[in-house]
């Protein structure tokens, strides 16, 4: 079974240009996650879709950035415009059910640097 | 405020010790806690979790972590520590809404 794959794996943009990442998480789990660690710090959520709906997005920085999920299959997350402090790595994860007890599986991440 | 801490900013040890990373949270009622390693260049990889029980659960990969709810503590150990199992760990709870809340992780350096 394949995991969450992200894609790109890393991504170098100047300030003001617009970047989007893409998640595709573990067939058939409804829920998915953006979370972010920045400059080595904590990772920290962004927010979550069960299916295609934003079940919370309280974690998302400012309306810069857009999170969409069409088709509740794979999703993607637009910053735009990129500032510096928006450089770090973004996570996705994914979980069958979206009940306490189902652990999250991440994918590998992308890499975001903004100069 | 932090909810989860992890003390350590990295953790020596060496190959056939026992090794602990530490994690404490901070939450009223029951916490649903996990950990989660990440190797270079991968991904977070779920290790275990506590959700309720026995308060010493297995994972993968020989890891165990022990549930203390009076010292709030959710430790990480390995009996037998392998050169392999350098890496970086997070520690992690789930909050009623589902996210995760992340410790600020923890660098495990297993020496030959």
């Known amino acids: 079974e394949a995991g969450v794959t992200q894609f790109p794996s890393h991504s170098v943009i100047e300030k003001g240009q617009t970047v989007t990442l893409r998640c595709d998480p573990i067939?058939?789990?409804?829920?998915l996650y953006w979370y972010r660690r920045v400059m080595g710090k904590e990772i920290k959520f962004l927010l979550h879709?069960?299916?295609?709906?934003?079940?919370?997005e309280s974690g998302m920085p400012n309306n810069r950035f857009l999170a969409e999920r069409t088709g509740g299959t794979y999703s993607t997350l637009k910053v735009q415009p990129a500032e510096l402090e928006d450089s770090g790595v973004y996570f996705c994860?994914?979980?069958?059910?979206?009940?306490?007890?189902?652990?999250?599986?991440f994918g590998p991440g992308t890499r975001l640097t903004v100069t | 405020a932090q909810s989860v801490a992890q003390p350590e900013d990295q953790v020596n040890v060496a190959e056939g010790n026992p090794l602990t990373v530490k994690c404490t949270y901070s939450?009223?009622?029951?916490?649903?806690l996990f950990w989660y390693v990440q190797y270079p260049n991968r991904g977070l990889q779920f290790l275990l979790k506590?959700?309720?029980?026995?308060?010493l659960v297995k994972g993968s990969y020989g890891f165990e972590a022990e549930f203390n709810k009076s010292q709030t503590s959710f430790h990480l150990k390995k009996p037998s520590a392998l050169v392999s199992d350098s890496a970086l760990y997070f520690c992690?709870?789930?909050?009623?809404?589902?996210?995760?809340?992340f410790g600020s992780g923890t660098r495990l350096l297993v020496r030959p």
């Open positions: 939450v009223s009622g029951n916490p649903y």
């Open positions: 067939s058939g789990h409804d829920n």
């Open positions: 879709f069960v299916k295609e709906s934003k079940q919370d």
């Open positions: 506590y959700i309720t029980g026995d308060n």
């Open positions: 992690a709870r789930m909050d009623s809404s589902y996210k995760l809340i």
């Open positions: 994860a994914s979980s069958q059910g979206g009940g306490r007890t189902y652990e999250q599986y």
